[in-house]
């Protein structure tokens, strides 16, 4: 059975998240819990309660020193509730008989979500979506703690040979900083440090 990554479209023999996207997803799970204690931390100078909080950003009129964006997330808890709205959901499909897990914070909900990943990727048709709004929250935190994802560097096309009429795999390579093994996510063939200057070398003129 030929199957489709539900994040990033390209083919897999069966399941419903590709490798790559699975590796991302599971550690992104593990960053979130991080992610947004660090966001509180960002918020809540050190002895002051919530109630105070709220008090000084009242009181600071528009020209507050506190971030907005980074209150309203805090505030609306965004990123408990979507990592706890998938786990029931996961639960449900898998264990229809259980009853709904009870509220028990962004880290239980993360790590139980992660250990449940093979099965997702396996089994889940939900799991592009579920991938697609984990990758969203990582970077939305990100963006308000201030340490943006790192954005991936197109090295060129996959130059390896294929058995089809065009010749050339042609799937768009790229890396993130410090990453020094790429696998083609078309035809699995592997791209080591060494060959990222080559790869630029041999592409076709409209790409170079
Ligand atoms: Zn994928
Ligand atoms: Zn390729």
Same mark, same amino acid.
């Given at each position: 059975?030929?199957?489709?990554?539900?994040?990033?479209?390209?083919?897999?023999?069966?399941?419903?998240?590709?490798?790559?996207?699975?590796?991302?997803?599971?550690?992104?799970?593990?960053?979130?819990?991080? !992610?947004?204690? +660090?966001?509180?931390?960002?918020?809540?100078?050190? =002895? *002051?309660?919530? /109630?105070?909080? &709220?008090?000084?950003?009242?009181?600071?009129?528009?020209?507050?020193?506190?971030?907005?964006?980074?209150?309203?997330?805090?505030?609306?808890?965004?990123?408990?509730?979507?990592?706890?709205?998938?786990?029931?959901?996961?639960?449900?499909?898998?264990?229809?008989?259980?009853?709904?897990?009870?509220?028990?914070?962004?880290?239980?909900?993360?790590?139980?979500?992660?250990?449940?990943?093979?099965?997702?990727?396996?089994?889940?048709?939900?799991?592009?979506? !579920?991938?697609? +709004?984990?990758?969203?929250?990582?970077?939305?935190? =990100? *963006?308000?703690? /201030?340490?943006? &994802?790192?954005?991936?560097?197109?090295?060129?096309?996959?130059?390896?040979?294929?058995?089809?009429?065009?010749?050339?795999?042609?799937?768009?390579?790229?890396?993130?900083?410090?990453?020094?093994?790429?696998?083609?996510?078309?035809?699995?063939?592997?791209?080591?440090?060494?060959?990222?200057?080559?790869?630029?070398?041999?592409?076709?003129?409209?790409?170079?």
């Amino acid at each position: 059975m030929n199957a489709e990554c539900g994040l990033c479209e390209s083919p897999i023999p069966a399941g419903y998240l590709c490798e790559r996207d699975a590796v991302a997803l599971s550690a992104r799970l593990a960053q979130l819990p991080d !992610l947004d204690s +660090e966001l509180s931390m960002h918020l809540v100078p050190a =002895r *002051s309660g919530f /109630g105070e909080m &709220v008090a000084t950003l009242s009181a600071a009129g528009p020209r507050s020193p506190i971030n907005e964006a980074v209150f309203d997330e805090l505030h609306d808890n965004r990123a408990a509730a979507v990592a706890h709205s998938w786990r029931v959901d996961v639960q449900r499909e898998r264990w229809p008989q259980h009853t709904p897990p009870p509220a028990s914070g962004l880290a239980a909900d993360c790590r139980w979500l992660g250990m449940e990943l093979d099965w997702i990727a396996a089994e889940y048709p939900a799991a592009g979506e !579920l991938a697609r +709004e984990v990758r969203e929250l990582e970077a939305q935190l =990100r *963006s308000l703690v /201030g340490d943006p &994802v790192p954005r991936r560097q197109r090295l060129g096309l996959c130059v390896a040979s294929t058995d089809d009429e065009d010749g050339v795999c042609g799937a768009v390579i790229s890396r993130l900083p410090g990453e020094t093994r790429l696998v083609c996510r078309w035809c699995r063939c592997v791209y080591e440090a060494k060959d990222f200057l080559m790869l630029g070398h041999f592409q076709p003129k409209e790409n170079a």
